[in-house]
T-cell receptor, first 113, second 114 residues
Framework: KAGVTQTPRYLIKTRGQQVTLSCSPI?????VSWYQQTPGQGLQFLFE???????NKGNFPGRFSGRQFSNSRSEMNVSTLELGDSALYLC????????????FGPGTRLTVT | DAKTTQPPSMDCAEGRAANLPCNHS???????VYWYRQIHSQGPQYIIH???NNETNEMASLIITEDRKSSTLILPHATLRDTAVYYC???????????????FGTGTRLQVTL
């Protein structure tokens, strides 16, 4: 069974631009969560989607948003990029809500200049 | 979810057992102990989890003390590929509102050496 895939793997953007990152969960997994990892703040939860609905949100500004499609694929969007948004963005999937065994993708490394 | 405390770093010789401790003194009865690891620049990888009994799988063993206030992850024969940051996470299965949220601490950086 294929793992979680994320595209693109690397991205360079300029301040003020917006960016969309994509995540394809493991086949059959319906819950997708997103995390941001920076050297200063570590791994922080962004949001979780299940059945195309955002179920839980971390403490991030409204510039960070996401969505989930009927096939469980998910996208996250960051608008009006700031230098501090430079980070590794990780997507994780799990078969159902409540499952603590999450399977992470390789991440998208976003650099904002 | 309960807070966890881990040593910032540990060393282990290749072939020896790596014992990674975690303190979770405020754990409540419905909270599980999870372990993940993150090899440099990769996504975290689930290792093992448990409630109160010791658990073992193909990757590791998890020993939870009887009072559940601490646990130890054991990698029986560490290899260079086990060099990573190891995270101990405590979470409840009951609150489905925050079910999939994992709260990562700073973890333990394990360095396996020749």
């Amino acid at each position: 069974k294929a793992g979680v895939t994320q595209t693109p793997r690397y991205l360079i953007k300029t301040r003020g631009q917006q960016v969309t990152l994509s995540c394809s969960p493991i086949s059959g997994h319906r819950s997708v969560s997103w995390y941001q990892q920076t050297p200063g703040q570590g791994l922080q939860f962004l949001f979780e989607y299940f059945s195309e609905t955002q179920r839980n949100k971390g403490n991030f500004p409204g510039r960070f948003s996401g969505r989930q499609f009927s096939n469980s694929r998910s996208e996250m969007n960051v608008s009006t990029l700031e230098l501090g948004d430079s980070a590794l963005y990780l997507c994780a999937s799990t078969p159902r809500r409540g499952g603590g065994e999450q399977y992470f993708g390789p991440g998208t490394r976003l650099t904002v200049t | 979810d309960a807070k966890t405390t881990q040593p910032p770093s540990m060393d282990c010789a290749e072939g020896r057992a790596a014992n990674l401790p975690c303190n979770h003194s405020t754990i409540s009865g419905n909270e599980y102990v999870y372990w993940y690891r993150q090899i440099h620049s990769q996504g975290p990888q689930y290792i093992i989890h448990g409630l109160k009994n010791n658990e073992t799988n193909e990757m590791a063993s998890l020993i939870i003390t009887e009072d559940r206030k601490s646990s130890t992850l054991i990698l029986p024969h560490a290899t260079l590929r086990d060099t990573a940051v190891y995270y101990c996470i405590v979470r409840s299965h009951l609150n489905t509102g925050t079910a999939s949220k994992l709260t990562f601490g700073t973890g333990t950086r394990l360095q396996v050496t020749l």
